[in-house]
T-cell receptor, first 112, second 116 residues
Framework: KAGVTQTPRYLIKTRGQQVTLSCSPI?????VSWYQQTPGQGLQFLFE???????NKGNFPGRFSGRQFSNSRSEMNVSTLELGDSALYLC???????????FGPGTRLTVT | DQQVKQNSPSLSVQEGRISILNCDYT??????FLWYKKYPAEGPTFLIS?????DKNEDGRFTVFLNKSAKHLSLHIVPSQPGDSAVYFC???????????????FGKGTKLSVIP
């Protein structure tokens, strides 16, 4: 069974630009969660989608948004990038989010 | 306010011995706990989990113990192998029973080094 895939793996953007990251969950998994990992803050929850609906949202500004499609694939968007948005963005999928979540390899975003 | 704490940033253990990684939590709503292993430049890999209705769960060399009254859990790896060297994250959620949020709250991680 294929794991969670994320594209692109690496991205370099300039301050003020916007970026869209993509996540394809494990087949059969309907819940997709996004996390941000930075050296200072560790792994922090961004948001979780289930059946195209956002069920939970972490404590991040409105510049961070996401969506989920009918095939459970998910995208997250960051607008007006800031230097502090440089991080590893991780996507995780689970069958229904009540159990274990399986992570993708992440997208390394660098904002210059 | 850090709801999940891993107080040891690093741990060194001799190959073949037991590794014990500890985790404390403060939120009484947490009812599901997980351990993940992470190598640099990779996503976390799920290792083992435990729900709050249990106090122990085993999977091969990995055992997780949960002490709800102390709000403490630990991961035991026996015997430790050099390939176990990685950063281990403890995570918790309040959604197992369906009553709370499914989001995972992570500790800051413990870097385990297993010395051959």
């Amino acid at each position: 069974k294929a794991g969670v895939t994320q594209t692109p793996r690496y991205l370099i953007k300039t301050r003020g630009q916007q970026v869209t990251l993509s996540c394809s969950p494990i087949s059969g998994h309907r819940s997709v969660s996004w996390y941000q990992q930075t050296p200072g803050q560790g792994l922090q929850f961004l948001f979780e989608y289930f059946s195209e609906t956002q069920r939970n949202k972490g404590n991040f500004p409105g510049r961070f948004s996401g969506r989920q499609f009918s095939n459970s694939r998910s995208e997250m968007n960051v607008s007006t990038l800031e230097l502090g948005d440089s991080a590893l963005y991780l996507c995780a999928s689970s069958r229904d989010a009540s159990g274990e979540q399986y992570f993708g390899p992440g997208t390394r975003l660098t904002v210059t | 306010d850090q709801q999940v704490k891993q107080n040891s940033p690093s741990l060194s253990v001799q190959e073949g011995r037991i590794s014990i990684l500890n985790c404390d939590y403060t939120n009484s709503m947490f009812d599901y706990f997980l351990w993940y292993k992470k190598y640099p430049a990779e996503g976390p890999t799920f290792l083992i989990s435990i729900s709050s209705i249990k106090d122990k769960n085993e999977d091969g060399r990995f055992t997780v113990f949960l002490n709800k009254s102390a709000k403490h859990l630990s991961l035991h790896i026996v015997p430790s192998q050099p390939g176990d060297s990685a950063v281990y994250f403890c995570a918790a959620s309040a959604g197992y029973s369906g009553a709370g949020s499914y989001q995972l709250t992570f500790g800051k991680g413990t870097k385990l080094s297993v010395i051959p």
